[in-house]
């Protein structure tokens, strides 16, 4: 059964870092990526980052492009989005979730292409 498990989302200040995972099973092949969407309320949800599972390839959003490095560990089937100089427009919840690995890394896609969806994460930036 297809999978994805976020976690390390919470509270904190302005300027301050927090560090997602998101573990994905279930998967047979290695060609996907893993985006990472956020939504805040009557908002759609929206792209922010993407990794190729198979070859690191990676597409940032200009917003979080320089603050948020996406990463992946294969041996552990996780994906990491690291925030850091986190501000309060970046509070939402973040989901992570999985589609084709080329509309991943040229960064082609929106809330309607993933196959899979983890169950969101809330990251609140507040002083």
């Known amino acids: 059964q297809l999978q994805l498990v976020e976690s390390g989302g919470g509270l904190v200040q302005p300027g301050g870092s927090l560090k997602l995972s998101c573990v994905v099973s279930?998967?047979?092949?290695?060609?996907?990526?893993i985006a990472w969407f956020r939504q805040i309320p009557g908002k759609e949800r929206a792209g922010v980052s993407c990794i190729s599972r198979r070859t690191g390839g990676t597409h940032y959003v200009d917003s979080v492009k320089g603050r948020f490095p996406v990463s992946r560990d294969n041996s552990k089937n996780t994906a990491y989005l690291q925030m850091n100089d986190l501000r309060p427009e970046d509070t939402a919840v973040y989901y992570c979730a999985t589609l084709g690995a080329a509309q991943c890394v040229i960064g082609n896609f929106d809330s309607r292409d993933p196959d899979h969806w983890g169950q969101g994460t809330q990251v609140t930036v507040s002083s």
């Open positions: 279930g998967f047979t092949s290695d060609r996907y990526g």
